[in-house]
């Protein structure tokens, strides 16, 4: 799921930066041309987790599981551009223990951010005024209980009447005849 505008307005310069979708195709692209040039000898594939993990905290499930895809590939076909003759059998091995690395990797980070997403919900006892319906913070200030839940959760409020409380407070209106 990506971030609403103004979700991301709230965080800070480098957490927008490294949650732009854009940000963590570049990451990955430099990951691999600095893979590229260091020859077949270095290898650092541990370094492609930065891009999985960023996209699968920050932006969207399936651009994790894309990179955790194209990574290795790419990395797979430098074999076959360096002049250096490879061993076919070990280098698809190793593409396909990455990608399946990477993929577990961004699956955990996904479903671990979609359970974090949907448990954000006020749990324990609330200390409310019976009389006001206000709620006592850590700090034993008074808030009003839309403005206590809207800070602490995801929820957001919005008023209406309900027919007993219509009845209760507007009843000489509601079931006064209408002249006309």
């Given at each position: 799921?990506?971030?609403?505008?103004?979700?991301?307005?709230?965080?800070?310069?480098?957490?927008?930066?490294?949650?732009?979708?854009?940000?963590?195709?570049?990451?990955?692209?430099?990951?691999?041309?600095?893979?590229?040039?260091?020859?077949?000898?270095?290898?650092?594939?541990?370094?492609?987790?930065?891009?999985?993990?960023?996209?699968?905290?920050?932006?969207?499930?399936?651009?994790?599981?894309?990179?955790?895809?194209?990574?290795?590939?790419?990395?797979?076909?430098?074999?076959?551009?360096?002049?250096?003759a490879p061993n076919?059998?070990?280098?698809?091995?190793?593409?396909?223990?990455?990608?399946?690395?990477?993929?577990?990797?961004?699956?955990?980070?996904?479903?671990?951010?979609?359970?974090?997403?949907?448990?954000?919900?006020?749990?324990?006892?609330?200390?409310?005024?019976?009389?006001?319906?206000?709620?006592?913070?850590?700090?034993?200030?008074?808030?009003?209980?839309e403005t206590y839940?809207?800070?602490?959760?995801?929820?957001?409020?919005?008023?209406?009447?309900?027919?007993?409380?219509?009845?209760?407070?507007?009843?000489?209106?509601?079931?006064?005849p209408r002249k006309?």
């Amino acid at each position: 799921m990506i971030p609403s505008p103004k979700q991301l307005s709230q965080k800070p310069w480098y957490v927008r930066l490294l949650g732009s979708p854009l940000a963590q195709i570049a990451l990955a692209a430099i990951l691999l041309a600095i893979d590229f040039v260091s020859g077949p000898l270095v290898q650092f594939p541990i370094a492609f987790i930065i891009p999985v993990v960023l996209a699968a905290q920050f932006s969207n499930a399936r651009l994790s599981y894309v990179l955790a895809v194209i990574q290795p590939l790419v990395r797979f076909a430098f074999v076959f551009i360096w002049d250096a003759a490879p061993n076919l059998t070990l280098s698809i091995v190793n593409a396909v223990i990455r990608v399946a690395v990477l993929l577990t990797i961004a699956f955990f980070i996904n479903r671990t951010v979609r359970l974090a997403r949907e448990v954000q919900r006020l749990e324990g006892l609330l200390p409310i005024c019976s009389f006001c319906k206000k709620i006592r913070t850590e700090q034993k200030e008074w808030q009003h209980i839309e403005t206590y839940i809207s800070k602490h959760s995801q929820a957001d409020f919005t008023h209406g009447i309900c027919p007993d409380c219509a009845q209760k407070h507007f009843g000489t209106f509601i079931n006064k005849p209408r002249k006309t």
